[in-house]
Structures are given as C-alpha cells and as structure tokens.
C-alpha cells in the first residue's frame, strides 16, 4: 500500500513565506521522481514542480519559478517545497505526487495521491 502525505500548508499574508513536505511509504522512494500540483477553488490541478529521483535536477513553472524550491531526502522518502514571497493566486490544495518513469504536468498520469494540504494567502 503506498501513502502519500502532505503537511505544512497553512494560512499566510502575501509576501509571507511556507515549507511543505511531502512523505512517501510504501515504494522506493528513491527511484520515483516526484512532483507538486496546486489545485485553486473552481479549477483543474496544476503541475508546479517537479524534481528527478536524483535530487540534481528540478523543473518549475514559469510562475513559481524564483520563488519556489523543490528539494527531496531519500533516507527521509520525503520531498520540499519551500515557498516564498507568496501571492494571492498561490492559494489552493498542494499535492505531491511519484511517479516511476518521469515526471509529467498530466496529473492524470500518475497513480499516487495524498489528501493534500491547503495553503491560503490573504492578508
């Protein structure tokens, strides 16, 4: 059985700063690449990052991209998303996701989800 858990969201005024993680049991971690979606009130789940099973490499949206950080532990089977400089739009469920093969922006292509973690920016 594998289970994902996101923690660490919360509420936050713009310009403010969270950390969430993400830990995986139930496969090998390490050998998954993993990923972060975002999914607004109203709208479909949006793929923001994603970083390879090695840690080295990393890929983000263009409207994340400065603000957010990916990191992964494989001795943890966890995987970070530290977030700065937070804006109103970046409100929503976080979710992680593995995937064996690859990472891809189709959340429909992975098997794995956790119950997310809702992040909310407002002053």
């Known amino acids: 059985q594998v289970y994902v858990v996101e923690s660490g969201g919360g509420l936050v005024q713009p310009g403010g700063s969270l950390k969430l993680s993400c830990e995986v049991s139930?496969?090998?971690?390490?050998?998954?690449?993993m990923s972060w979606f975002r999914q607004a009130p109203g709208k479909e789940r949006e793929f923001l990052s994603a970083?390879?099973?090695?840690?080295?490499?990393?890929v983000y949206i263009d409207p994340v991209k400065g603000r957010f950080t990916i990191t992964r532990d494989n001795d943890k089977n966890t995987v970070n998303l530290q977030m700065n400089n937070l804006k109103p739009e970046d409100t929503g469920v976080y979710y992680c996701?593995?995937?064996?093969?690859?990472?891809?922006?189709?959340?429909?292509?992975?098997?794995?989800w956790g119950q997310g973690t809702q992040v909310t920016v407002s002053s």
């Open positions: 139930g496969l090998t971690f390490s050998t998954h690449s």
């Open positions: 996701a593995p995937h064996k093969i690859h990472f891809y922006k189709d959340p429909s292509r992975y098997e794995y």
């Open positions: 970083i390879s099973r090695s840690g080295i490499n990393t």
